[in-house]
């Protein structure tokens, strides 16, 4: 397969000489150094030292190795023309016991990231938080305590003050929907809670820390930060339509990507098309609706597939179930996701119909597949063909109209891919995690080659 920067009408400039182009990283999945220059524990440090939560016994203490070679990967992704670069604070890093002391040298550390990334170019883009809650606010509830909210207050205020006079594009949160239902309710995330009881008080903390977060950022940075949040989404279809089948999919469609942004936006909770959300009420105090507003410079969509549902009687609260991919003989990544680029598309139309929306960004979206190193290459054709193909359904839903502004890859290196180890990668850099050796695959060489065109 030849790769090329253009395809047909498809080029970096049809998108528009202001449209961000980046790629993304999670703290957690590629510092290492877990216990290092003061570091807390987070719940993720906990978790995955659990035995037969990580695929293969996969440890996270190295990782990538980044929070030593920043430089190195800074400099890759200048290398590759990449001008925005997404990456997190660990909340335990600057912060060990989640609130009260702060640790200079992890607020060294991340000023030492930020100032590289500006010195090389890269504008660095923040997010604030990306799961790795502190274990010492997990032992007093974490998520499922209301104290919570003034808890990540304080985090948001101590990453304003230290890195607010450099860091211009803040984002607050990372898919949400992700850290308290993998977390809080099927317990294959950390802290490996369960039920319904640990969910319904993790999501109505969460929306409201990031909210407040919103708003401590706006106050404590007034005329120089744009701020958002990010949300992960699927594409739902039903398996077919029969009532049944598509009254399942609008309940999976309502919880996965509806529960969360709606209440951000002033519409409250969705729960007319998701009636198990009205046992939330009893989490719900006078002024909590008004307090989940705030009004975003831009929301952050991660999509990587669809899903089809069918009706299911077994399932609880929602009688749907979703029909795995690798049953109807249709494309897969590494993690068993469609690859269905009509998704982004799709979802970007869907999101786009939110009026008080006031811009969208791709902020995550990428592929794992195996790749295979010979004679120091990386010949990734599948990864490049997705991305491109993703990229293209990005440009029509621009071209009809949506107000989508950027497009970030997940992710730079391959990494630490929560409990799924370190198996799947995700990268446009292959990562020999025995020596920390990088090659750039040719999915990142293509990527770096269409932002320069």
Same mark, same amino acid.
């Given at each position: 397969?030849?790769?090329?920067?253009?395809?047909?009408?498809? %080029?970096? !400039?049809?998108?528009?000489?202001?449209?961000?182009?980046?790629?993304?990283?999670?703290?957690?999945?590629?510092?290492?150094?877990?216990?290092?220059?003061?570091?807390?524990?987070?719940?993720?440090?906990?978790?995955?030292? @659990?035995?037969? *939560?990580?695929?293969?016994?996969?440890?996270?203490?190295?990782?990538?190795?980044?929070?030593?070679?920043?430089?190195?990967?800074?400099? +890759?992704?200048?290398?590759?023309?990449?001008?925005?670069?997404?990456?997190?604070?660990?909340?335990? =890093?600057?912060?060990?016991?989640?609130?009260?002391?702060?640790?200079?040298?992890?607020?060294?550390?991340?000023?030492? /990231?930020?100032?590289?990334?500006?010195?090389?170019?890269?504008?660095?883009?923040?997010?604030?938080?990306?799961?790795?809650?502190?274990?010492?606010?997990?032992?007093?509830?974490?998520?499922?305590?209301?104290?919570?909210?003034?808890?990540?207050?304080?985090?948001? =205020?101590?990453?304003?003050?230290?890195?607010?006079? *450099?860091?211009?594009?803040?984002?607050?949160?990372?898919?949400?929907?992700?850290?308290?239902?993998?977390?809080?309710?099927?317990?294959?995330?950390?802290?490996?809670? +369960?039920?319904?009881?640990?969910?319904?008080?993790?999501?109505?903390?969460?929306?409201?820390?990031?909210?407040?977060?919103?708003?401590?950022?706006?106050?404590?940075?007034?005329?120089?930060? $744009?701020?958002?949040?990010?949300?992960?989404?699927?594409?739902?279809?039903?398996?077919?339509?029969? #009532?049944?089948?598509?009254?399942?999919?609008?309940?999976?469609?309502?919880?996965?990507?509806?529960?969360?942004?709606? #209440?951000?936006?002033?519409?409250?909770?969705?729960?007319?098309?998701?009636?198990?959300?009205?046992?939330?009420?009893?989490?719900?105090?006078?002024?909590?609706?008004?307090?989940? !507003?705030?009004?975003?410079?831009?929301?952050? /969509?991660? +999509?990587?597939?669809?899903?089809?549902?069918?009706?299911?009687?077994?399932?609880?609260?929602?009688?749907?179930?979703?029909?795995?991919?690798?049953?109807?003989?249709?494309?897969?990544?590494?993690?068993?996701?469609?690859?269905?680029?009509?998704?982004?598309?799709?979802?970007?139309?869907?999101?786009?119909?939110?009026? %008080?929306?006031?811009?969208?960004?791709?902020? $995550?979206?990428?592929?794992?597949?195996?790749?295979?190193?010979?004679?120091?290459?990386?010949?990734?054709?599948?990864?490049?063909?997705?991305?491109?193909?993703?990229?293209?359904?990005?440009? @029509?839903?621009?071209? $009809?109209?949506? @107000?989508?502004?950027?497009?970030?890859?997940?992710?730079?290196?391959?990494?630490?891919?929560?409990?799924?180890?370190?198996?799947?990668?995700?990268?446009?850099?292959?990562?020999?995690?025995?020596?920390?050796?990088?090659?750039? @695959?040719?999915?990142?060489?293509?990527?770096?080659?269409?932002?320069?065109?």
């Amino acid at each position: 397969m030849e790769l090329t920067t253009q395809h047909g009408d498809f %080029n970096r !400039q049809n998108f528009g000489d202001d449209f961000i182009w980046g790629v993304a990283t999670a703290a957690f999945q590629v510092e290492g150094s877990c216990d290092c220059d003061g570091k807390g524990e987070s719940i993720w440090d906990v978790f995955a030292a @659990k035995r037969g *939560k990580i695929k293969n016994g996969d440890k996270p203490h190295i990782a990538c190795d980044f929070y030593n070679r920043y430089k190195e990967d800074i400099d +890759l992704i200048k290398q590759l023309n990449i001008p925005n670069f997404r990456f997190s604070i660990s909340w335990s =890093r600057i912060l060990p016991s989640g609130i009260g002391e702060i640790n200079q040298l992890g607020i060294d550390h991340y000023n030492r /990231v930020i100032d590289y990334c500006l010195e090389q170019g890269v504008e660095p883009w923040v997010t604030v938080y990306h799961w790795d809650l502190p274990q010492a606010l997990e032992a007093k509830g974490g998520w499922t305590n209301r104290e919570v909210v003034n808890w990540f207050s304080e985090f948001v =205020r101590v990453c304003a003050n230290n890195f607010g006079h *450099k860091v211009k594009n803040w984002m607050v949160m990372n898919e949400p929907s992700v850290f308290t239902g993998a977390g809080y309710f099927l317990g294959v995330h950390a802290p490996g809670r +369960l039920g319904l009881g640990n969910f319904l008080p993790a999501v109505h903390h969460a929306l409201m820390s990031i909210a407040a977060g919103g708003r401590i950022l706006r106050e404590l940075l007034p005329n120089t930060a $744009e701020i958002g949040t990010t949300f992960s989404c699927s594409y739902i279809e039903p398996k077919s339509d029969k #009532p049944r089948d598509v009254a399942a999919a609008n309940q999976v469609n309502t919880l996965l990507n509806r529960l969360y942004i709606e #209440p951000i936006l002033g519409l409250g909770y969705p729960e007319k098309d998701l009636p198990v959300l009205k046992k939330m009420k009893k989490y719900i105090r006078p002024g909590d609706v008004e307090s989940m !507003q705030f009004d975003f410079d831009f929301i952050g /969509v991660q +999509l990587y597939t669809r899903e089809i549902v069918e009706y299911s009687f077994l399932t609880p609260y929602i009688h749907a179930n979703i029909v795995k991919a690798k049953k109807r003989n249709v494309p897969l990544t590494d993690m068993g996701w469609e690859v269905y680029p009509p998704s982004i598309y799709k979802i970007l139309k869907q999101f786009n119909q939110y009026t %008080n929306i006031r811009k969208l960004y791709i902020t $995550e979206n990428g592929a794992a597949f195996p790749d295979e190193v010979k004679d120091d290459v990386v010949n990734d054709v599948k990864r490049t063909a997705y991305l491109q193909e993703y990229l293209q359904q990005v440009l @029509k839903a621009k071209k $009809e109209g949506c @107000k989508v502004s950027g497009y970030f890859v997940w992710t730079l290196t391959d990494n630490f891919e929560w409990a799924e180890g370190y198996n799947p990668r995700f990268g446009l850099i292959h990562v020999n995690f025995d020596t920390q050796k990088r090659i750039v @695959k040719s999915s990142g060489q293509w990527y770096g080659d269409f932002i320069k065109a």
